[in-house]
């Protein structure tokens, strides 16, 4: 939400309690409907900034499973750590595990590559939707709202899943007999870290994931609240102009009929 909306939320809440006597009942439980549907819109889109950042988390911990895993193998973009100028290894055991590290990169790939896309999908998406919902939610279009909605509860699910997905795979990987012997090479040269336990950046990913999965059903709940208050505030709004256009109607005919008894 932008600052005209938080400086409109400001200023209603301000004069509420002076323009309360001044309305009716009516009238004043439309206003405060109002502000409460603005309050949900504007932290649907906190929640939405947050989401963008736990987005952007994510990914950063994708790309850094990937550099912390690598070894001594460099995959093209995303770029592993060179340890050469610090092994011990030599001749065929070097060479062995050049190969082994070749082979668990490429096998951990698909997570790789998927979770960047995934993450950078959401994130970007999120973006758009923060950007697009710069006014005050009755002047929204409904179908944004309603893309809003359906977006942050299709990114609750797909974020528990892929969280699921994603552990499973790296686990799957880990579990393989050539990680194992990658892990042995390494240890019998002291590098015990470099082992097929599930690492820190993977639970990191998994941890991040599972927040982003929370702040997008939060703003589910929240826009869902903020759909149904907007509809009620319109049909209010629709009510009482009917209602107004009844008084002048009535307002008109009633001069006419004391003409009509006086002749």
């Known amino acids: 939400m932008n600052a005209?909306?938080?400086l409109s939320l400001y200023y209603s809440i301000g004069k509420l309690p002076q323009i309360s006597h001044k309305m009716s009942r009516g009238k004043e439980t439309v206003l405060i409907g109002l502000i409460f549907v603005c309050f949900c819109c504007l932290f649907s889109g906190i929640v939405l900034i947050c989401a963008v950042l736990t987005n952007s988390l994510v990914l950063i911990c994708v790309v850094a499973a990937q550099m912390v895993t690598s070894g001594m193998t460099s995959m093209g973009g995303l770029g592993g750590f060179d340890i050469n100028s610090n092994i011990n290894l030599q001749g065929t055991e070097l060479q062995k595990v050049r190969e082994l590290d070749m082979q668990y990169s490429q096998m951990r790939a698909p997570g790789i590559y998927g979770g960047i896309a995934f993450s950078l999908t959401f994130g970007v998406l999120s973006l758009l939707f923060v950007v697009s919902g710069n006014k005050p939610p009755q002047l929204m279009s409904r179908k944004l709202l309603v893309g809003a909605l359906v977006?942050?509860?299709?990114?609750?699910v797909a974020?528990?899943?892929?969280?699921g997905l994603y552990l499973h795979f790296v686990i799957g990987v880990n579990a393989t007999e050539m990680c194992k012997q990658r892990e042995r090479l390494y240890a019998r040269n002291g590098y015990s870290w470099m082992n097929c336990d599930v690492g820190g950046a993977d639970a990191a990913v998994a941890l991040f994931g599972l927040i982003t999965a929370l702040l997008y059903t939060a703003g589910t709940v929240l826009t869902v609240q903020t759909i149904r208050r907007v509809k009620h505030y319109l049909q209010e709004r629709k009510r009482r102009e009917a209602d107004k256009q009844q008084g002048r109607g009535r307002s008109q005919g009633a001069p006419l009929r004391?003409?009509?008894t006086s002749v």
């Open 4 to 6: 005209n909306l938080f």
């Open 159 to 163: 974020y528990v899943v892929a969280v």
């Open 258 to 260: 004391a003409e009509t």
């Open 151 to 156: 977006f942050q509860a299709v990114g609750a």
